[in-house]
Each structure stands twice: as structure tokens, then as C-alpha cells.
């Protein structure tokens, strides 16, 4: 949860975005935690039939599949494409209590690997670069804070992105913000020493 300091916006930030900003933070306390077991929506997930017709992105460990349950909701699935890029149980254990505005939150971990996330629709900032073009400098300057906050708070749950580039920074659509997702790390990775200091 976000502490009362990350509220406090800097003076450059449109008043558009400190509204998105208060507003992503006040819906947070009524988000459900991250679940062990491995049904969702009465279903077990490692049942999810998934095609390639459904990819969402592709790394070097896993594949990452959009998945519309037979109840309309839509999910990102994060399937493993070999045992080597599985996460660990120490890793998915914090990963089920991370609950911030700007990190992609982990809905439930199937028993196999498989990882069921929310979904965000507007793709990637590299995508949007891609297809948009480069940002201008307000919105690079709402990615980059809330890239900071989402950082600021793994940091403070001893967790260190390894890998922050724009394909793995997300636009959210529906709150006009950014999440951080594929962070890599577990929950003891920053010392208690460091924990708390923003980046």
C-alpha cells in the first residue's frame, strides 16, 4: 500500500494525473489479495486452454497469453516454457501480497508454473512508442513517476526489477496510469538496511 508520502505529487505533475493518482490509491483498499489456490472464476487455471492465437508478448522463460473466461473476464495468463523459468516459491509468496497502483497485480498461482495476472489493454509503452511515436515531455514525465512509485514500493518490499524497459512498463487504459510488470527478485533481495528508500 502506497505510504502517505508517495501521495504527496510533485508540483510538475499535470492536475489530470494527480487525480488518476489519488484516485488508483483509493481504490486499492478494496482489491482482493493475490490467491495460493489455482481456480479462478470456479475453474482450475492450469486447465485454461490458451492458443498462440492469444499472445500477448514473449520473453527468453515464458509466454504470456490474453485468456476471456466463460463469466467475460479477461485475464493475462503467464505460462513457463520450461521448468528453468519458473519463479520461485519464495518469489510468488511475496509476489501474492504486492497490491500497488502502478505494479501489475498477480490474481492466483497455478500449481504447474502457470501465473494468472490482470489484464492491461493499452500494451506496453514500447508499443505505443512504436505506434504513436515518441512521448512528449508530460507524458514521459506521468510514465516515469509512476514507474517511480511502482519502484519505490517493490524496493520497500525487497524487491529490485531487473529488467525495467519499455516493454515492460504497461499503459492502463482504464486509469490512464502505468504499471511495472515481470519484475524478477524475491523478498529478500534488498536488505532491511535499504527498504524504504525510495529510488
Sequence with gaps: MHSQSS????????AKHKRVARDSFLRLKSLPRASSS???????????????????????????FKYQTPSGSIYAVKEPRSPVGLDSPKSSDCSQHLRHANIVSHKVFGSK???????????????VMESEGAFDEERTKEALY?????????????????????????????????????WVGDCDQVSSANRGVSC
Design 146 to 182: 509512476d514507474v517511480l512509485l511502482g519502484l519505490s514500493y517493490l524496493h520497500r518490499h525487497g524487491i529490485v526489477h531487473k529488467d525495467i524497459k519499455p516493454a515492460n512498463i504497461l499503459y492502463d487504459t482504464t486509469t490512464d496510469s502505468y504499471k511495472l510488470c515481470d
Design 113 to 127: 508454473g502457470r501465473t494468472v495476472m490482470e489484464y492491461i489493454d493499452g500494451g506496453s509503452v514500447h508499443e
Design 38 to 64: 489455482c481456480s479462478l472464476d470456479g475453474m482450475d487455471i492450469e486447465q485454461w486452454d490458451v492458443t498462440d492465437s492469444d499472445i500477448l508478448g514473449e520473453g527468453s522463460h515464458s509466454v504470456v
Design 7 to 14: 501521495m504527496n505529487s510533485p508540483p510538475w505533475l499535470s
